[in-house]
């Protein structure tokens, strides 16, 4: 059974008519007399009562013609619906932003982003990179934010947004607070406050200090930026932050 039939045959039941509904239907009378007739033969049963006057529905043509509505109904919800997808009046987006710099990069964009597509519901995922990329990975992630770029860069589209270099984040009486410019050598005795395994910029920092000669003490992990400047303030070692966060600090 074909949804024009279902259409054909509504219009049949409510002008009581095949002629008035061949015409509301633009097409021939004796094809939906076929159709419906297909229809009743499929279903073993007599849809119509027919005279002189016109034609009714039997009871078995009722129960037909009740769910066909339904059917009917629910094609044009579903068009409505999709027709609200398409156009981004409706739906959800799931982002994954990385916790310490989610709050000082994105907060106005996804403002402007929700005013101008007030049906959209962003739900917002605070996970470092790795997780991220695995998330889109898998589609359980629509969009990710990661701080650099994937390993595996076929496996994703990417779009470059910003270059935000990172900087040295130090206590004020700190030996080498008053260098104008320090290698990543000069570390090599420092206590690290670093971002936290899952985040790519772990193992890009890691490298770095290799590639500098050394492997860098490690005073503790975290992926809050509040929590690792207190830690730098307390004196329990220093950090590495990007130039936007560090623009915001104290």
């Known amino acids: ?3 024009q039939q279902l259409r054909y045959f509504i219009a049949v039941a ?3 008519s095949f002629t008035k509904a061949a015409k509301r239907c633009h097409v021939s009378q004796p094809s939906i007399s076929k159709m419906i007739k297909d229809m009743e033969e499929k279903l ?3 849809l119509f009562h027919r005279d002189k006057k016109g034609v009714i529905l039997t009871d078995a043509g009722d129960a037909v013609y009740q769910q066909a509505q339904e059917i009917i109904n629910s094609y044009k919800n579903l068009t409505e619906v999709l027709s609200d997808v398409t156009k981004f009046k409706k739906g959800t987006i799931k982002i994954g932003i990385p916790p310490i710099v989610g709050a ?3 907060p106005k964009i996804l403002g ?3 005013q101008r597509y007030p049906g959209i519901e962003l739900k917002l995922k605070e996970v470092g990179s790795r997780t991220i990329e695995s998330a889109v990975k898998t589609g359980d992630l629509d969009i990710g934010i990661i701080c650099s ?5 076929n496996a994703f589209e990417m779009i470059p947004l910003l270059k935000d270099p990172l900087m040295l984040v130090l206590y ?3 030996p080498l607070a008053n260098q104008k410019s320090i290698e990543l050598g000069d570390l090599k005795n420092q206590k690290f406050i670093l971002y936290s395994e899952d985040f790519s910029l772990y193992d890009q920092i890691i490298s770095a200090c290799q590639l500098a000669g050394f492997f860098p003490q490690v005073a503790c992990r975290s992926s809050q930026r509040d929590f690792m400047t207190e830690m730098v303030v307390a004196k329990l070692g220093i950090a590495l932050l990007s130039k936007t966060i560090c623009r915001e600090l104290d």
């Open 104 to 106: 000082v990069f994105f």
């Open 14 to 16: 409510k002008y009581g």
């Open 172 to 174: 004020p009486e700190h």
């Open 149 to 153: 770029a994937p390993k595996d860069t």
């Open 112 to 114: 402007d982003f929700i």
């Open 1 to 3: 059974m074909t949804f």
């Open 44 to 46: 073993g049963v007599v």
